[in-house]
Structures are given as structure tokens and as C-alpha cells.
């Protein structure tokens, strides 16, 4: 059974870093591209960085480049997004999710960041 | 890159069908054929109910179907249920590792 676990999430002050983390197992992580999510409270979806089966590939959105960082140890079947300059725009609950067939077919329970003034 | 277009909402009663659309543009959903759809109970992970364009995954129920006209995609649920009630996203893959979501529409039942 394919099982993708989030954590790392907490409270930081505005301007902090945080590094969230993804644990996978039950399938081939070095096979599949990764991606995390992230939902703001009682907002929508909105992807925001996506990192190529072997990890040279990574993508991010307008709203995170150049402050956030993903990256992935196969060897440990880990997933990891380093953020840094956090603001309060950024406070949201956190998902990784595994990519198949250009879809999102699953998904971590999700870890929330909380940005303080 | 901007979000998918759909309806805040969409409501009908058990045993009807109802559709939502999601409306993108040539550089997602009208360029490529990797058109999804999530459902997402409250306080739940999203959870994904149709993948390129129309497939369904491993037990999700007939009764959800998509598809795909230019930029517009659409998922229809027929047969209404009570466990259908749930907001529903749509994504398109959009190039380069990227993908786009949709608005979000809540299904009331």
C-alpha cells in the first residue's frame, strides 16, 4: 500500500525557515515525479514545486521561487521542501503527493505551517 | 501561471447527475491530455477520482466521468449520492514538472 507521510510543519515567525519532509513507502519512489501542494485554510488547492523522478528536474510557482527548495533522497525515499523568508501568505496545510500518468494519484495527510507576525 | 476556471458551486439531488466544468487555456488543459479531477471530503487529503482526461483509477465508482472539449475539461457524477457532497479540484499538467489547479467546486447533495 502506498503511504506518503508528512511532517516538519509548525509555527515560525515571519521571515523564519522550516523544512518539511515526506516519507514514502509501499511503491518505487525513484521511479515517480513528486510534488507538494499546499492549501491555505478554507481556500483552495494551489500546486507549488515538483521535483523529476531522479531529482534534476524541479519546478516551482511564481508565489514560492526563490524561497522555497525542493529536493529528494531516493536512497531514504524522502521528499523534502526547505522554506525560507516565510510570510503569512504562506501559512497553509502542506501536501506532498506522488505523480502517475500526470495526475496526483497520492497524497500525504498533509502537515500545517502556521507564520507568526 | 493562473488558476483553472470553475463554478464556486454545484447542487443536485440524490440520483441526478451534475457537471462542472474547468476552463483553461491552450498552454494546460487544451495542450495536453493529462486532465484530473480530486475529490476533497472536509478536513480530508484530496483524494484523485479521474486521471487523463477520462480514466477512473481502482475503485472509483462508474458513476464519475470526465471529459474534454478545446480548453474546457469537464467531470460529470451521475447518480447522486450523499457521500458525493465534497469539493471537487481540477488540475492540468502544464509543462516542465508544473501543474495548475482549479478553483475549487463545492457538490452539495
Known amino acids: 500500500e502506498v503511504q506518503l507521510v508528512d511532517s516538519g510543519g509548525g509555527l515560525v515567525q515571519s521571515g523564519g525557515s522550516l523544512r518539511l519532509s515526506c516519507a514514502a513507502s509501499?511503491?518505487?519512489?525513484?521511479?515517480?515525479?513528486m510534488h507538494w501542494v499546499r492549501q491555505a485554510p478554507g481556500k483552495g488547492l494551489e500546486y507549488i514545486s515538483g521535483?523529476?523522478?531522479?531529482?534534476?528536474?524541479?519546478y516551482y510557482a511564481n508565489s514560492v521561487k526563490g524561497r522555497f527548495t525542493i529536493s529528494r533522497d531516493n536512497s531514504k525515499r524522502m521528499l523534502y521542501l526547505q522554506m525560507g523568508s516565510l510570510r503569512a501568505d504562506d501559512m497553509a496545510l502542506y501536501y506532498c503527493a506522488k505523480d502517475q500518468n500526470g495526475a496526483l494519484d497520492s497524497w500525504g495527510q498533509g502537515t500545517l505551517v502556521t507564520v507568526s507576525s | 501561471q493562473s488558476a483553472l476556471t470553475q463554478p464556486p458551486s454545484a447542487s443536485g439531488s440524490p440520483g441526478q447527475s451534475v457537471t462542472i466544468s474547468c476552463t483553461g487555456t491552450?498552454?494546460?488543459?487544451?495542450?495536453?491530455?493529462?486532465v484530473a479531477w480530486y475529490q476533497q471530503h472536509p478536513g480530508k487529503a484530496p483524494k484523485l477520482m479521474i486521471y487523463?482526461?477520462?480514466k477512473r483509477p481502482s475503485g472509483v465508482p462508474d458513476r464519475f466521468s470526465g471529459s474534454k472539449s478545446g480548453n474546457t475539461a469537464s467531470l460529470t457524477v451521475s447518480g447522486l449520492q450523499a457521500e458525493d457532497e465534497a469539493d471537487y479540484y481540477c488540475s492540468s499538467y502544464a509543462g516542465s514538472n508544473n501543474f495548475v489547479f482549479g478553483s475549487g467546486t463545492t457538490v452539495t447533495v
Open positions: 509501499g511503491f518505487t519512489f525513484n521511479n515517480f515525479a
Open positions: 521535483i523529476s523522478y531522479d531529482g534534476h528536474d524541479t
Open positions: 487523463e482526461v477520462n
Open positions: 491552450s498552454s494546460d488543459v487544451g495542450g495536453y491530455n493529462f
